[in-house]
């Protein structure tokens, strides 16, 4: 696949996506002595067109890399990040690429990628238990970082009512979480 330019990919996403698609946008900056310039593209979709971009990464590198999934909470959604890199090896052509989609917390289920990209798998497992986002297909589900003595239910990247809280234990000293404001 001919290497393409950071905008025209952005635009691929749009046309493959359709209404899938959110947004798009580029960041450039330079980095080291010689002011390389390092592009990063950031492009938001649609939980329905989630698979479809994906299958659009790997379209666009046969083995796209990816590092991890980045999470928050952000009070009525989950964000995942998912980490790419496109074209790495190739000198000053490596593109940082974070696929990003919301899922209401109603509805905390995206399809596992671990037939495109194998590795997504131990990534996948950590969105599960850190912050209870269900991967459908995922071939081992099992907990990878939380020891088994956790609560089903308890996710430790959570900021809501599922969040670790009531599992932490208070520090001599310290008041709990609410309790030390002055009012």
């Not at 037939?115 to 986002?133: C, H, K, N, S, Y």
């Not at 071939?139 to 239910?153: A, H, K, M, N, Q």
Request: net charge negative; aromatic share 8%.
């Amino acid at each position: 696949m001919d290497r393409l330019a950071p905008q025209a990919i952005i635009d691929s996403f749009a046309a493959k996506l359709g209404d899938g698609f959110v947004e798009g946008s580029i960041y450039e900056r330079e980095v080291a002595v010689k002011k390389n310039k390092f592009r990063s593209l950031w492009i938001e979709v649609r939980k329905a067109a989630f698979r479809n971009a994906v299958e659009h990464v790997c379209h666009l590198q046969k083995y796209p890399h990816l590092a991890i999934i980045s999470t928050s909470d952000l009070g009525e959604e989950v964000e995942l990040i998912y980490h790419f890199t496109l074209y790495y090896g190739e000198h000053l052509q490596e593109l940082s690429l974070g696929l990003r989609v919301k899922l209401p917390k109603t509805d905390l289920r995206v399809p596992t990628i671990t037939d495109l990209i194998p590795g997504a798998i131990f990534t996948e497992r950590e969105i599960q238990e850190m912050m209870g986002v269900e991967v459908a297909g995922i071939p081992d589900g099992r907990r990878l970082f939380i020891d088994e003595d956790v609560p089903e239910g308890v996710y430790p990247w959570r900021k809501d009512e599922t969040g670790p809280d009531k599992l932490l234990r208070v520090l001599p000293g310290r008041k709990p979480r609410g309790e030390d404001k002055k009012g």
